[in-house]
């Protein structure tokens, strides 16, 4: 991996951290992009690693992705590898969804990679990888997540789709569905006893980390999983539901 040009959207937090600085560790160069947070943007580009750069980018804003990868090929000539991570969670029931609320989940979490696929994909090297970072909620969907749950689920499919058409350039695409992940996303809104809870009913009694997923990730990318595209791995202790 030493060497090899990265793009991790949502990389200054959680899942998306973690993927960023395993990527370093190897020796990559790495380009992540964020949409808020500056105090997390500017931790990150505080570890003063001159193989990283941070830049603000909306993954839903076509423009602004665009802006990005055409600095990437100006700066690099070239991309080895997307991780689609970014994503945005507002839960409500549908009976009460506000539509706009809705579309923003979808946008983000899955838009958002479609766009960022289309665009790396020409400056993107024979042999790249694509690694989609989906939800075990886009496999068994809970209550009151339902734009966030099909947003999960169409990244799965897109992952299928875009495994077969990116091939002629033999670029490997998969998807992960990781389960809950104490991150920022993800504890909002869950009290102490809950997440408990959680961890009682997972077989392997203990939550998912950031490292799991990144593990996974690093793997995927890798040239060990270089006859494996369009697959959806599940990493969750063996919670199935
Ligand atoms: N944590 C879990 O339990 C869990 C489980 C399954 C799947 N996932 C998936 O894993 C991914 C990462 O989640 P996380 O838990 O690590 O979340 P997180 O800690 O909240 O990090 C999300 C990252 O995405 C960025 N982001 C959000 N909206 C963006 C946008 N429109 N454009 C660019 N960047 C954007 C955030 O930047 P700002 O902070 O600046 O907005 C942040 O860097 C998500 O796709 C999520 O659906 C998470």
Known sequence: MENKIAFVTGGTSGIGKEIVLRLLDKGCYVITCYNNNEKNANELRN???DKLIVK????????????????IKETYGHLDYLINNA???IDSYIKE??????????????IGKVICSKLSYPIMKEKGAIVNISSSLGITPCEESAA????????????????????????RVNSICPSFTPTPLALRGWT??????????????????????????????SEEASFISGENISINGARLK
Not at 57 to 65: K, L, P, T, Y
Not at 154 to 171: C, G, M, R, V
């Open 148 to 171: 966030y749950c099909a947003s999960a689920a169409a990244i799965i499919n897109f992952t299928k789709a875009s495994a077969l058409e990116f091939s002629d350039k033999l670029i």
């Open 97 to 110: 969804f506000d539509i706009e609320d809705f579309k923003k989940v979808i946008n983000i979490n899955f």
């Open 47 to 49: 570890i003063s690693n």
């Open 56 to 71: 603000k980018c909306d993954v839903s804003n076509e423009q602004e992705v665009k802006l990005i990868i055409d600095f």
């Open 192 to 221: 102490k006893e809950e997440i408990e809870e959680k961890i009682k009913n997972t077989p392997l009694k203990r939550l998912n980390t950031v490292e799991d997923t990144a593990n996974l990730c690093l793997f995927l990318l």
């Open 87 to 89: 994503g945005t969670f």
